[in-house]
């Protein structure tokens, strides 16, 4: 053994085992607002994701699905093995998925799921494939989740939802967290929904009849949806102020538009943060089905007016998004 060798051994003997310590936990483990309050948050939090709530008593969570199924003009609709009888409104057209394959589920409505606990911090739905939510292929891959919330289902904080997880012995296995309908801004600031999961979640709060809280007049949820919209930063809004413009599209604000994207050119920012509202967590990524993988590009190009994303690309300068046939496709690969 060289000398060197000997020496740098013996530095790290001298170093000895550290002694253990617990790593400082300063967040907020337990809530303080009162039980009203984390239901309020949670509804509150969900909106900002512009997903449709409606919080009704737990004996009208089937009228309410069939509302909402109707006015989203849902027809078809796919279900977990276990979901509650009680829940599906009569004359509804509902398959039941027994491991409905990925083009199947594509062609189907909407899909209605349970969830194990919701976080009002966050306004965030966690799934972990019980009987009532079904697999995760069933929540991503439809264009449309309508999801059933137990008031006694929401806590305040993710700490309290983790507590719960681990007390019902579900901590382990693959989790879905769900805040929002799925969209990401990658591309030039421009809001694309429906990519990683459902364009559309409608979340049905059901409350105990003796909270004499549930509210199921459909039109006043309509109207503060509207009114949550009218606050949403589109493409052509000012930056500045986050004050929808008039006539988002028009030429003054596309203008303004395009200046910001010059001015992002200059600074060498090639994209911006993904916005993905809705992500799987504790074994997401290696564990993920690859069902939603099938169907995702077709809807990808809905979106962008039935062009696919492979024959376009973001031009750097002010003119948006042009044609360019020499461009060579991006290849897609899949684990």
Request: net charge negative.
């Amino acid at each position: 053994m060289t000398d060197a060798r000997t020496e740098i051994l013996a530095r790290i003997e001298a170093i000895g085992v550290p002694a253990e310590s617990t790593p400082p936990r300063a967040y907020r483990s337990k809530g303080s607002l009162e039980r009203g309050a984390v239901v309020e948050r949670f509804i509150e939090r969900v909106r900002d994701y512009r997903a449709t709530v409606h919080r009704v008593e737990t004996t009208a969570v089937s009228t309410t699905i069939a509302a909402c199924c109707a006015e989203q003009h849902a027809r078809r609709l796919g279900i977990p093995p276990g979901l509650p009888a009680g829940w599906l409104p009569a004359g509804l057209d509902t398959v039941v998925d027994h491991g409905l394959a990925p083009r199947e589920l594509d062609a189907l409505d909407g899909a209605i799921t349970g969830c194990t606990v919701a976080v009002a911090e966050s306004g965030t739905i966690v799934l972990t494939a019980a009987p009532h939510e079904g697999r995760r292929a069933l929540t991503l891959v439809p264009d449309l989740h309508v999801c059933v919330v137990s008031e006694d289902q929401i806590v305040e904080l993710l700490p309290e939802a983790i507590e719960r997880l681990v007390r019902d012995d579900r901590h382990r296995l693959p989790l879905t967290l769900i805040s929002g309908p799925s969209a990401t801004s990658d591309i030039e600031l421009a809001r694309v929904e429906g990519v990683h999961g459902p364009r559309r979640l409608v979340v049905i709060v059901a409350v105990s009849v003796q909270s004499g809280e549930a509210d199921v007049d459909l039109e006043t949820t309509a109207a503060s949806d509207s009114r949550r919209d009218a606050g949403v930063v589109h493409v052509g809004d000012r930056l500045d102020d986050r004050e929808p413009e008039p006539d988002a599209t028009g030429g003054e604000s596309l203008k303004r538009f395009e200046e910001t994207l010059e001015l992002a050119g200059r600074n060498q920012r090639t994209g911006v943060g993904d916005g993905k509202n809705s992500a799987s967590g504790l074994g997401a990524g290696s564990d993920l089905e690859p069902a939603a993988g099938e169907v995702v590009p077709d809807r990808v190009r809905n979106e962008v007016g039935g062009e696919s994303l492979e024959q376009l690309r973001v031009a750097a300068r002010p003119r948006g998004l042009e044609h360019d046939d020499a461009f060579e496709p991006a290849r897609v690969v899949t684990s």
